[in-house]
Nanobody
């Protein structure tokens, strides 16, 4: 019943910008905290940014000042706008939501930052 679909990944040069989207199930979008995670090869998955139904936002220190999370209730979509990208930002980015005791994940979208 809960579905998350990411899009917008791709190849970008260092210093460039890229926007990610996550289309979520209407029944969970407006009343749950939405999260962006990322996982680089050989590394642990890390929380990048979160936005609550009350529009409270927090970011990982590694992306603070460069990434912006937002949500569009009408479109049931959460966004991650990324700027001043670095090679260390290269990872698969996942949309996530916790509903009761369960965690739900999208399939991920790959972001590669390279010249």
């Amino acid at each position: 019943q809960v579905q998350l679909v990411e899009s917008g990944g791709g190849l970008v040069q260092p210093g460039g910008s890229l926007g990610l989207s996550c289309a979520a199930s209407p029944n969970i979008f407006s009343r749950n905290t939405m999260n962006w995670y990322r996982q680089a090869p050989g590394k642990e998955r890390e929380l990048v940014a979160s936005i609550t139904s009350g529009v409270y936002i927090n970011y990982a220190d590694s992306v603070k000042g460069r990434f912006t999370i937002s949500r569009d209730v009408a479109k049931n979509t959460v966004y991650l706008q990324m700027s001043s990208l670095k090679p260390e930002d290269t990872a698969v980015y996942y949309c996530n939501v916790k509903v009761g005791p369960m965690n739900y994940w999208g399939n991920g979208t790959l972001v590669t930052v390279s010249s």
